[in-house]
């Protein structure tokens, strides 16, 4: 294992090489928990100490990388053929269980495609985009200049022919707060969603999508009963006039609050009621 301090990439190793790495994870410095590691095996390792401090740059950005890749792919190749993509990845990592060619094999371990932590005691509201600076284990941006979609996808699968797993989340958003309780500065979210420019069509959106011959039905849309609530299980949108409060059933079915008369409604194409 090399170790480089502010130059390089760690040179590949022939051969696996096994090492005790340890984080330190609270104020006091002290040493394991959850991201501690007893035993690492790997075929190519590299630490990269940054001591250099750095010169602000008037309206830039300044990195430090452990490891940098860029990949620019220049093929203007029109591939539109039918049942085949073409992909440029800038880093790909695929990670497989034991396989006897029949199918994988019972293994009682976990598997990653990848492991980002970012560990640290940072703060302050200066440099671009605002907001307080802080910890990110992952970063993904997806910058679209032409028509087609602009995403960042995670999927978990259960192939059709296999055993049926416990759980499957798409995404899977944990919140560890060991401080103390959420309030007006201090916010905690499971998962956070923020729109920006333009309208867009929706902030969260559920649909069922048939898959190897099965509908995708939901038997939930919302499931809040593991949740325990102190303030409100739904608070009602901010808007100009009462579009935040309306609950559409089919159009022209829908319940509305009139927040500046305190008056609930019930509309449909049939009847309105109100109280």
């Known amino acids: 294992m090399r170790i480089l301090q502010n130059a390089g990439v760690a040179e590949d190793v022939a051969s696996s090489v096994r090492a005790r790495t340890q984080a330190l994870l ?36 300044s990195l430090r990388d452990g490891q940098f890749v860029q990949v620019v792919d220049r093929d203007a190749t029109a591939y539109n053929v039918e049942g ?23 293994q009682e371990k976990d598997f990653h495609g990848g492991w980002f932590a970012a560990v640290g005691n940072t703060g302050g509201t200066g440099g671009g985009g605002g907001g307080t600076r802080g910890q990110s284990g992952i970063l993904a941006s997806a910058v679209q ?9 995670l999927a978990a699968e259960n192939p059709e022919g296999s055993n049926q797993a416990a759980l499957l989340s798409g995404a899977f958003g944990v919140a560890r707060n060991g401080v103390a309780a959420a309030d007006s500065t201090h916010k905690v979210y499971g998962i956070a969603a923020s729109m920006c420019g333009h309208t867009g069509t929706a902030a969260f959106r559920a649909a069922s999508v048939s898959y190897a011959g099965q509908p995708g039905y939901a ?57």
């Open 26 to 61: 609270t104020s006091t410095s002290t040493v394991g928990g959850y991201w501690a590691v007893d035993d690492s095996e790997g075929v190519k390792r590299s630490v990269f100490i940054n001591s250099e401090p750095i010169e602000p740059v008037n309206g830039g950005i």
């Open 84 to 106: 085949h993509r073409t992909i440029t990845n800038g880093l790909r990592a695929f990670v497989t269980g034991k396989n006897d060619g029949a199918g994988y094999l019972y």
């Open 145 to 153: 200049f032409g028509v087609g979609v602009a995403t960042n996808e």
């Open 219 to 275: 038997a939930t849309g919302l499931k809040l009963g593991e949740l325990t609530v102190t303030s409100a299980a739904i608070e009602m949108a901010a808007s100009s006039g009462n579009q935040g409060t309306i609950i559409s059933y089919d159009p022209n079915d829908y319940t509305l609050f009139d927040r500046a008369n305190n008056i609930y409604s019930w509309l449909s194409t049939a009847r309105a009621f109100s109280i």
